[in-house]
């Protein structure tokens, strides 16, 4: 009798490792596209990886995550909701497969597997980036570094480091964006931009110091196209009114691109700053020829006369009552600054209507020369955008 119970629970089990190996084998069948009974196939395989007869099979694994590839990759509405996440699933499942795959039965078709997850991460990575997903695009690309680094793959994805960086960026998780900036540039990818990047993120974190010294690496391993970091060079000494160091790189910026309207710009604030004011006006001037629409050339022409004005009004209000003929001759020079200015604040006024500076200069002016018609068009203007 004994030997009977034993007899039968022999063939309880034996037929209980059978119905789970013909779960597997129905899955796989369930997914081909004369059947496509993606839910039943889903539910084969998921009994079938947690018994403990299959649990530990590589080919349970690997028709699982093909099961669920095609979950994922599925355009009926009935599948779609199947699971939040299929593409995870399927990757995992590949993964857990090519560990149990000792004997690599299934070598090539799981490299070619994982392989082409990645290829979906990365896909899936750039469109959550496009709808502002930025943590998950940075999880979606960091999913692709992992794959590349298995040693079955052992490849770099050069964008994807790139593509983390930015999208870690823009989620603010700047530890990890200075991370993958900093491996892009060792990697060769993504050109000056990437020093500019790390700049703007130590310039949030109030590491000036820092930013400076990220914007020279980049010139220094991009001697060409670099143009925007000496601009962020430039604007970190002109503040500080460490003329000397900002014509140094103004004027390497100017030799390697002469048409580009900031650095002319630049080049009249560094200008004014040592007090040339023919000069800045004529590299202001430069800026406008090259882009008609620079609205701040325009208005710092115009704001350069300006103030040329106000200092020669002033200079004329020191004049003793008694020098009638001195004081109108220092108003007259002060007039003519203002007229000098008023065109480019005119052309900077049709390029930008709202600015408020702009405005309160203007409506000095028309005051100044009782040009009423035009000071009650100011006027309406600035009360409209109050």
Known sequence: MKRFLFLLAGLFVFSSLIGQSNKVVTAW???????????????????????????????????????????????????KNLHPDPLKVAYES?????????????????RFRITQTSADYFNRGSLEYENKKYEESLNSFE????????????VVDTGSFFNAAIAADQAKI?????????????????????????GEIYKIQGDTTAALDAYKVGIEKYPENNVNLYLEIINYYLPKNQITEVFSFIEKALEKDPNNHLLWNVYGQALEQKEDMEKAAEAYTKAVEIDSTFFVGWYNIGRLNYNLGVNAQEAANQIPLNDEAGFKAAVEVADNHFKAGLPYFEKAFEINPNDPDLLTALRQIYYRFKMNDKLDAIQHKIDEIK
């Open 143 to 154: 999913t692709v570094i992992a794959i590349g680094k298995l040693p079955y793959i052992n």
């Open 29 to 79: 069948n369930l997914i081909k596209p004369e059947y496509n009974e993606l839910d039943k196939a889903m539910q084969a395989i998921d009994e079938a990886s947690v018994h403990s007869r299959t649990a530990g099979d590589a080919k349970t694994w690997y028709y699982r995550g093909l099961v669920y590839y095609k979950i994922y990759q599925s355009k009926d509405e009935k599948f």
């Open 174 to 198: 700047y530890d990890k964006a200075l991370d993958y900036y900093y491996k892009s540039a060792e990697l060769n990818y993504g050109g000056p931009e990437v020093f500019y990047y790390i």
């Open 94 to 110: 590949f993964i857990k497969a090519k560990e149990l795959d000792t004997k690599d039965r299934w070598k090539d078709e799981l």
